[in-house]
């Protein structure tokens, strides 16, 4: 399957924060779900200034994409994994009293022949309606979740989201912004960006992707192979492979002046071997700077390891050992493309996004950017 330039363009939110959760107060609430092919997740939170405070969480690994690269569709116990989560949220939701919110479903939805029966029962056995959103609406949730890791002295900014079943890219010119609004035009743009040349506030948008593989999918492709650093190697070049339209791609950037924001699990879990952490801090991944040698050695560490290694390895959890090689096949790639010292680590992404996005919208957020 090619990559896919969508040409339709959905609401995208301002800024994106996440705090820590606190105990719920007087005043509205807003809730994000994100079904995504390997996880569930929702916040609730509430506006407070120019970011939010999270009130109620849930995360989940439901695997939804479990087989779908071998049988096009989402599996009978997949599906009951998933509405089981589903169900959680719901009462979460109801708990709360939520009237504001978004539920959305990504690239597991969207490339099963039975997604759309998906959705149907999922509204008849948990009462909660998902919009299954295209591919050009999660990459921009994806880049204004990541607008506070933006550094002044960002010319070229490449955002990437690694999800389960897809990676989104986008890359970003900047250099028409003064530099101290540089992070507040990639919050602006909430309106939406085209595949190329958009401009919002001065940043433009040279160009954008969403490959069809993600963590999930991309160990799926590959699982017959049985040598583990073959496996590895395999991975990763097939993912460069699939960035060859990709503008950006075609040309030799400059390292000075260029950024790679990284969000997804893949790259906090990175990052959380690399500060070995033997228990997960949001604190300190969130914000990360590493350099391409730092997440070089994490990844030769996880190869040395081995499988049996990497099960026992608390940093990476359980949930995660089975994802982290292929993740980290997508991330050498991307660092083989272009090499940089400023990779920023995003512990954020889509409900964040989601978040931001309806209060925006409803106009409960001040409009000074912190």
Not at 81 to 95: F, N, S
Not at 265 to 270: E, H
Not at 284 to 294: A, I, N, P, R, Y
């Amino acid at each position: 399957m090619t990559p896919k330039r969508p040409k339709s363009a959905g609401a995208i939110p301002k800024k994106v924060e996440s705090p820590a959760l606190i105990s719920p107060k007087s005043g509205p609430l807003y809730a994000a779900l994100d079904l995504g092919t390997n996880s569930c997740r929702m916040l609730v939170a509430r506006p407070q200034g120019s970011q939010f405070q999270v009130v109620d969480s849930f995360s989940k690994s439901v695997q939804l994409g479990a087989g779908l690269e071998k049988t096009g569709r989402l599996s009978r116990s997949s599906i009951y994994r998933t509405i089981q989560a589903l169900r959680v949220c719901q009462q979460k939701l109801k708990r709360h009293n939520i009237s504001r919110k978004t539920l959305v479903a990504t690239e597991a939805c969207r490339r099963a022949a039975n997604g759309a029966q998906f959705m149907t029962r999922v509204k008849r056995e948990t009462g909660l309606v998902l919009d299954i959103i295209d591919t050009q609406q999660e990459a921009q949730l994806a880049v204004v979740s990541c607008a506070p890791l933006v550094h002044s002295y960002t010319d070229q900014l490449l955002v990437v989201d690694i999800g389960g079943g897809s990676t989104e890219l986008v890359w970003i010119d900047l250099t028409a912004v003064p530099r101290k609004d540089r992070a507040k035009s990639i919050m602006s743009m909430h309106g939406g960006f085209a595949a190329r040349g958009s401009t919002n506030g001065g940043a433009k948008v040279v160009d954008w992707i969403s490959v069809p593989l993600g963590v999930a999918t991309l160990r799926d492709q590959f699982r017959d192979v049985e040598d583990d650093s073959a496996r590895f190697a395999l991975m990763s070049w097939f993912f460069e492979e699939n960035l060859s339209e990709f503008a950006p791609y075609k040309y030799e950037q400059k390292r000075e002046g260029f950024q790679i924001i990284g969000t997804s699990g893949t790259v906090t879990t990175v990052a959380a071997s690399h500060l070995d952490l033997r228990r997960y801090d949001r604190n300190k991944v969130d914000g990360l700077q590493m350099t391409s040698d730092e997440i070089d050695k994490v990844i030769r560490n996880y190869l040395a390891m081995g499988p049996a290694g990497r099960r026992r390895d608390p940093r990476i959890g359980l949930d995660r050992q089975a994802l982290i090689m292929s993740g980290a096949a997508i991330l050498q790639a991307l660092l083989r493309c272009w090499p940089t010292d400023r990779l920023s680590v995003a512990d954020r992404g889509l409900r964040e996004g989601m978040l931001y996005a309806m209060m925006a919208n409803d106009g409960v957020l001040e409009n000074e950017i912190e």
